[in-house]
């Protein structure tokens, strides 16, 4: 499948080497959860899942989602703040227990359960035993008797905002309740709710709503919600708002599917981003710039380990390390300045200075440039063979760059285009050709977004990416086999036929997971870990076994018509006795005179494909082959071989 045409690695520079987790820009995440404290809230309701009967209350559900998104962020978000905050309560609280207060302000009905900050092992401990531990709870969990002001809640969590986090570039406050309509018709309040929830846009938190529909009534967010709660970007209002998806709502009619519901949704809104790069330009002509953040949705995670310790001392220590190079004939130890880096060449090393260095891999300042445009048909499948980099519009270098991304997106998506790039991800990376592509928002069955809108570059393969399918002969099975087999396919199809990743996790890495909670938390170790990627062999054999059986039987039946029909001839001939004799007598044949025989052959192949420049496509045995019977080292990679023939051939 590889094509002449595709641009050559070699032609514009070393591939882009592999990133590590530190390449990527942290962006930190202040979540705040604001659980509405109500009799409505605190009524037990009955779970809709006939496996699981147990009742349970929507403000603990709420409570027990804060607790697992600590538990989770502790481990893939080490750096994120996270705080839980109830209102409607009879005890008021504005600050910790080890803490003075914050002033003189006072928020009535206000209770600051976990402050916002870094999650600890104690505080995950405290909110479990709350939610755990029903006197506990019942201290705290009681509703006022007055009604609560939404003006004195988004007041408080202004404060705490700023407080806490005030250079966070993520900045969420997370409102569950069951009242639609907190203000009724009360003018004054509902105007004063409007006025904080204008200041927190203007900070540029985002209010996140997750409401619960009671038992006799349908959350209604026209009442209230709508007025308090932005859709469009707070740096560029007039951008289109399909760009910010709107806040779902959870049906919770039927009760407690409400702790997997509002789980599930709070996950979503609050997956963990990495940036790739942030505020790169994208240009789209001439003197046409807009901005750009870059993010990798797809990447591979694997436990990180964040320290060492020391355990040698009384307590554990956390290790600082120091790295000291060393001459290996002296022992002297190496200055930073005495060390030069070289490349191998011809069997010689050239060596560069670090200015030199970076000199060699600068191609310029990072940036996407759009080169053209091609038909979404003309890119074919297997060209995706590194992961996609999602772009998403910036404000802060280019006002305005929302709107013209829009456009772009809308355009591509409309007409079924690709956009082609020059792509620079970042510094000394090398570039590459990439296919920009619009992608589609996609929600699931409750309609929670599983990928936003956007563009989606695919870096476009290089020539010694893609391999040449092997010349091999098709052969086509008998047809029932066909027919039998495609039943057994459809009966081991995936329910709706969509394979979704997220529902299956990495054992290995959920396993080292699960040790160092039952570690940090003082929990029992478990026994096994839990694996999803396992097949459901009772399921498998229920739904397939009896066609798989009826294949087997089928195929022992053409195998059998097939071996009756060509009968059983043999292309080996007996050698006569005399010229076995003269074989033994003469010995094995000796493999100097085969290689002889052969390497006519073999040069002939090899300076064909050096008249055509398709060295890389020879085998790498061909290549040591070829070198060995010159004479020449054949140890080495391929492109060392491809090299040492190269310069074999240019010397004859």
């Not at 250079?167 to 907190?182: A, E, G, H």
């Amino acid at each position: 499948m590889a094509d002449d045409n595709y641009p050559r690695e070699d032609d514009i520079g070393d591939e882009e080497e592999e990133l590590d987790e530190t390449s990527y820009k942290s962006i930190r995440d202040a979540v705040l959860f604001a659980i509405e404290v109500s009799d409505s809230m605190l009524q037990p309701r009955p779970s809709a899942d006939p496996r699981k009967p147990s009742q349970e209350s929507p403000a603990t559900a709420a409570l027990k989602c804060a607790y697992h998104l600590m538990q989770q962020r502790i481990i893939s978000n080490p750096r994120d703040m996270i705080g839980v905050l109830l209102y409607g309560t009879k005890l008021s609280k504005f600050y910790d227990e080890d803490e003075k207060s914050r002033g003189d302000l006072s928020y009535p009905n206000c209770y600051l359960l976990t402050d916002l900050d870094i999650p600890s092992a104690h505080e995950v401990l405290d909110l479990r035993s709350l939610v755990e531990d029903e006197d506990k709870a019942q201290d705290v969990l009681v509703p006022s008797e007055e009604p609560v002001s939404m003006a004195n809640l988004l007041f408080c969590a202004n404060q705490i905002f700023t407080s806490k986090a005030p250079n966070f570039s993520s900045r969420r406050l997370f409102i569950v309740t069951d009242n639609d309509n907190p203000h009724g018709s009360n003018k004054s309040l509902r105007s004063a709710a409007t006025v904080r929830a204008k200041d927190l846009y203007d900070l540029g938190v985002i209010i996140e709503l997750f409401p619960i529909s009671q038992i006799e009534h349908e959350f209604d967010t026209s009442k209230f919600y709508d007025d308090i709660i932005y859709k469009a970007s707070p740096i560029d209002p007039d951008a289109p708002a399909y760009l910010n998806p709107d806040s779902k709502t959870t049906d919770a009619q039927d009760g407690i599917s409400l702790l997997n519901g509002l789980l599930s949704s709070i996950n979503s809104k609050s997956v963990p981003r990495r940036a790739h790069f942030s505020n790169m330009s994208l240009e789209l002509g001439p003197n046409m710039k807009i901005s750009v953040s870059g993010y990798l949705l797809f990447k591979r995670q694997e436990p990180a380990r964040s320290c060492f310790v020391w355990l040698g001392g009384e307590q554990p220590q956390i290790a600082k390390g120091v790295t000291t190079q060393i001459a290996d004939d002296t022992a002297r130890t190496i200055e930073k300045w005495e060390i030069r880096k070289a490349y191998k060449f011809g069997g010689d090393q050239v060596s560069f200075t670090p200015e030199e260095q970076k000199g060699l891999k600068d191609f310029g300042e990072p940036v996407i440039r759009i080169i053209g445009f091609k038909p979404l048909s003309a890119l074919p499948f297997w060209a995706n063979v590194k992961h996609s980099t999602f772009i998403y519009p910036s404000e802060e270098d280019y006002v305005g760059s929302t709107r013209v991304f829009s456009a772009l997106y809308q355009k591509l998506l409309r007409d079924k285009k690709v956009a082609l790039v020059w792509y620079i991800a970042r510094k000394a990376a090398g570039p590459v050709l990439g296919a920009m592509i619009a992608g589609e928002e996609k929600v699931d069955e409750n309609g929670i977004q599983k990928f936003p809108p956007g563009l989606w570059i695919t870096p476009l393969p290089f020539a010694d990416d893609v391999r040449q399918n092997p010349d091999a002969p098709l052969q086509v099975a008998p047809e029932p086999l066909i027919d039998q087999m495609r039943t057994i396919i459809q009966q081991l199809q995936l329910p709706k036929g969509i394979y979704e990743p997220q529902k299956y996790p990495n054992p290995s890495l959920q396993w080292h997971y699960r040790i160092l909670q039952a570690l940090a938390l003082d929990e029992d170790l478990p026994e096994k870990p839990e694996d999803r990627t396992l097949p459901k062999y009772r399921q498998i054999h229920k739904r397939a076994g009896d066609y798989v059986l009826s294949w087997a039987e089928e195929l022992d039946k053409q195998y059998e018509m097939i071996s009756a029909s060509s009968g059983p001839k043999s292309t080996l001939a007996k050698r006569p006795a005399k010229d076995k004799d003269a074989a033994d007598k003469a010995g094995p044949p000796s493999k100097k005179i085969k290689a002889e025989a052969n390497s006519g052959d073999l040069q002939e192949e090899v300076q064909k494909h050096y008249q055509k420049g398709t060295l890389s496509k020879l085998t790498v045995a061909v290549l040591k082959d070829y070198l060995t019977t010159q004479g020449r080292s054949a140890a080495g990679k391929k492109a060392d071989l491809v090299e040492r023939v190269e310069e074999l051939l240019e010397t004859k």
